[in-house]
């Protein structure tokens, strides 16, 4: 699924593949740009905002511009040799292809795909909150932002792209557990704040530069995670079965024991 580390990653990878090149030949397989011809311009660099992905390019006169697409749940990219075969995803669901003298680069599934003025890219991209990758990253800001809004849930304060850029609902799932708060806490009544953003951000930093993605140190195979996608397996600390439940428009997995809804002292009785 992609998340922050995800999207990062794959805009490392589209840097390699084209920063510096020149186009040969476009072809996109969506309506709004089927007409666009980016043959000529030049690949300046490729950069991740949250999960917003930003190639960013050149006309011959120097004009930038930025193709911008959003990758969800499904989208992705590779690149691959001239020549090679393309063995990412199954061929209609390509929505762009690239070429350079050097490489080619597929984009699959992508969503939102537009091309914009490099100095309009926020406006495809959104008010997002400081992004957990970036150079900017900035902690304070992003509590901040969350502690705006005490009333709302933890569980979908995180994913609220606007308060932090990058965190997704694995990494929701478990920092959560981690921390040992239960999704449905109220923002304000979440004990360290700064410390929880601070867990989610080594998370992802932790995970950059791979593609497996692991919360518990492990890269084996259902062994990468505490809670995420194990509903009613035992819980890797107690051994409560696991529990997935809807919250918001997204659904939630974590352990009632380890993540009780009103942390305290144990009720005798
Ligand atoms: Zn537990």
Request: glycine fraction near 8%; include cysteine; charge should be neutral.
């Given at each position: ?10 805009a ?11 186009i040969?030949?476009s072809d ?8 666009t011809?980016l043959?000529g311009?030049?690949v300046?660099e490729?950069?991740?905002r ?9 006309t ?5 511009w ?7 749940m ?5 690149a ?5 075969r ?9 929505r762009?292809?690239?070429?350079s003298?050097g ?9 939102e795909m537009t091309?914009?003025?490099t100095?309009e ?11 957990l ?14 502690a ?10 995180l994913?609220?792209q606007?308060?932090l850029?990058?965190?997704g609902n694995?990494?929701?799932c ?6 040992g708060?239960s999704p449905?806490t109220?923002?304000?009544e979440?004990?360290?704040?700064p ?11 932790a995970?950059?530069?791979r ?5 518990t ?5 259902g ?5 995420y996608?194990?509903?009613a397996?035992?819980?890797r600390r107690?051994g409560?079965?696991i529990?997935?439940?809807e ?12 993540q009780?809804?009103?942390?305290g002292?144990?009720?005798?009785g």
């Open positions: 699924m992609p998340e922050g580390d995800t999207v990062w990653n794959t490392r990878v589209l840097h390699r593949a084209l920063a510096g090149a020149r040969t030949s996109f397989r969506v309506p709004r740009l089927a007409t011809d043959s311009w030049a300046r490729s950069a991740s949250g999960k917003h992905l930003l190639l960013r390019l050149a011959p006169d120097d004009a930038h930025t193709l911008h697409s959003h990758l969800r499904d989208g992705a990219w590779r691959y040799a001239p020549g090679e393309w063995t990412g995803r199954p061929a209609h669901l390509i762009v292809v690239l070429r003298p490489a080619v680069a597929v984009g699959y599934h992508l969503h091309l914009v003025p100095a890219e926020d406006q495809v991209v959104g008010p997002l909150g400081p992004d990758l970036g150079p900017d990253w900035d902690p304070a800001e992003a509590v901040r932002r969350l705006d809004h005490p009333e709302l849930t933890i569980g979908e304060a994913l609220d606007r308060n850029a990058g965190v694995l990494y929701k478990e920092v959560l557990f981690l921390r708060v449905w109220p923002v304000g979440v004990p360290d704040l410390g929880l953003v601070s867990l989610a951000q080594r998370l992802l930093a995970n950059r530069g593609w497996t993605q692991s919360s140190g492990s890269l084996h195979r062994q990468t995670s505490y809670v996608g194990r509903r397996q035992p819980c107690c409560t079965a529990r997935k439940e919250l918001g428009d997204r659904v939630t997995y974590w352990c009632p024991v380890c009780p809804e009103h942390p002292p144990a009720e005798s």
